[in-house]
T-cell receptor, first 114, second 115 residues
Framework: QKEVEQDPGPLSVPEGAIVSLNCTYS??????FMWYRQYSRKGPELLMY????GNKEDGRFTAQVDKSSKYISLFIRDSQPSDSATYLC??????????????FGKGTHLIIQP | DADVTQTPRNRITKTGKRIMLECSQT?????MYWYRQDPGLGLQLIYY???????NKGEISDGYSVSRQAQAKFSLSLESAIPNQTALYFC??????????????FGPGTRLTVL
């Protein structure tokens, strides 16, 4: 079983819809959770960053973490065609030194239909 | 100008050849990383470097080596390329002082094909 599971999609929704992207994980030591957005032929860029459980909102984007269920979500409101990209979740334990790097999900390919 | 650049952007090579991928950054970050991305497998860490004298293996370092020539330059080498090293390779940087792995800034990637 992979440490981080993410449905690769593609997920296709009409413009204006609310999008829900999700990841599940098995390592209870993960404390920091991130969402990266990757456009075609580009490197990933950090979109959202959260620590531990709870919600964080930034414009049309909301990141949600439920540590008890080992489940994280990214919600996109009023989705736009420019949101079409691959979204990767990433997470890591609390940094105590050593090789405790990021563990990435495989990414979900999102398509927003005009 | 891009803050993290990678050369070449595309490369086709043959099995057994030695190849070097180069990464340069103008962000002034101490930490640099090399990842590979494969369809269906996501991003995997190959090597990372906290500073010029501190280089560490990631989860899939076999078959790869790295060199940190300066704070701004981090190269990845395949000593004898094999077809299953065909992938998209990304360099990334992050600033010192942030907890390891926070806010990594990625380059545009190098698409490598080994025939």
């Amino acid at each position: 079983q992979k440490e981080v599971e993410q449905d690769p999609g593609p997920l296709s929704v009409p413009e204006g819809a609310i999008v829900s992207l999700n990841c599940t994980y098995s390592n209870s030591a993960f404390q920091y959770f991130m969402w990266y957005r990757q456009y075609s032929r580009k490197g990933p860029e950090l979109l959202m960053y959260t620590y531990s459980s709870g919600n964080k909102e930034d414009g049309r984007f909301t990141a949600q973490v439920d540590k008890s269920s080992k489940y994280i979500s990214l919600f996109i409101r009023d989705s736009q065609p420019s949101d079409s990209a691959t979204y990767l979740c990433a997470m890591r334990p609390y940094s105590g030194g050593g090789a405790d790097g990021l563990t990435f999900g495989k990414g979900t390919h999102l398509i927003i239909q005009p | 100008d891009a803050d993290v650049t990678q050369t070449p952007r595309n490369r086709i090579t043959k099995t057994g050849k030695r190849i070097m991928l180069e990464c340069s950054q103008t962000k002034g970050h101490d930490r640099m990383y090399w990842y590979r991305q494969d369809p269906g497998l996501g991003l995997q860490l190959i090597y990372y470097s906290f500073d010029v004298k501190d280089i560490n293996k990631g989860e899939i370092s076999d078959g790869y080596s790295v060199s940190r020539q300066a704070q701004a330059k981090f190269s990845l080498s395949l000593e004898s390329a094999i077809p299953n090293q065909t992938a998209l390779y990304f360099c990334a940087t992050s600033p010192k002082g942030q907890a390891f792995g926070d806010t990594q800034y990625f380059g545009p990637g190098t698409r490598l094909t080994v025939l």
